[in-house]
């Protein structure tokens, strides 16, 4: 009888201290819209997104700045979202929703390509410049800091002088195609382990080059 007051009293009190929005996460793959950016480099955040959203059996749905789709997994909510806005503008959308959504900044996760980066390597931080990456860009601009997490996603640099626009903008090879889907099954058990047991042990244990 004590056992159940005390569940009653102190369970409901700490159900209130810890709302929902804290277990909430926003996870955001960078990308263009339309056919034409589909299979390019530059929409690998999108790519990543939509295999998030299938392994855990959810639909995406035509929201406000974008596609997003919502699943529980271990007592934690995902947000994924698919911005609408165009690679340049994706700051508006992530703003968007955070603030609708009440999401802590340490709850934002972003994904994104970067030609910096050897092709399937991928690389979690916190803070850094944008790297000439106009979504981050935008990012910074809308929530006025630095201080989220990214997940960098190698596409490699493998372009002549002078070509860059048209290496980040141009479809996959089929030889890279073929090896997207270890990419984004790695990327989603991160995420996932990001989720549940936090930033330091996902970074520890998939920040790495993944082999192909």
Same mark, same amino acid.
């Given at each position: 009888?004590?056992?159940? &007051?005390?569940?009653?009293? *102190?369970?409901?009190? =700490?159900?209130? !201290? ?5 277990? /909430?996460?926003? %996870?955001v793959g ?50 994924? &979202?698919?911005?609408?806005? *165009?690679?340049?503008? =994706?700051?508006? !959308? ?5 603030? /609708?959504?009440? %999401? ?8 994104l390509d ?91 244990e998939f ?6």
């Amino acid at each position: 009888m004590f056992k159940r &007051l005390f569940n009653l009293l *102190f369970r409901s009190k =700490s159900k209130e !201290a810890h709302p929902d929005s804290e277990m /909430k996460y926003l %996870i955001v793959g960078l990308g263009n819209i339309g056919a034409s950016y589909e299979n390019t480099r530059h929409n690998i955040g999108f790519k990543i997104a939509d295999a998030l959203a299938a392994d855990l059996a959810v639909q995406f749905s035509s929201e406000r700045y974008g596609a997003l789709a919502t699943a529980k997994h271990k007592g934690r909510i995902y947000l994924i &979202l698919k911005p609408n806005t *165009f690679m340049n503008l =994706s700051g508006q !959308a992530i703003k968007y929703w955070m603030q /609708k959504e009440k %999401i802590d900044l340490e709850h934002l996760l972003v994904i994104l390509d970067d030609l910096h980066i050897d092709f399937g390597t991928v690389r979690t931080k916190l803070k850094g410049g944008s790297g000439g990456h106009n979504g981050l860009k935008s990012i910074e601009a809308e929530l006025s800091t630095v201080d989220y997490y990214r997940m960098r996603v190698g596409i490699g640099d493998s372009f002549m002088k002078g070509n860059q626009v048209d290496f980040v903008l141009g479809n996959w090879t089929d030889e890279e195609f073929s090896k997207l889907q270890l990419i984004q099954k790695h990327c989603v058990s991160a995420i996932k382990t990001f989720g549940f047991l936090g930033i330091e042990k996902m970074m520890s244990e998939f920040n790495k080059k993944i082999t192909l």
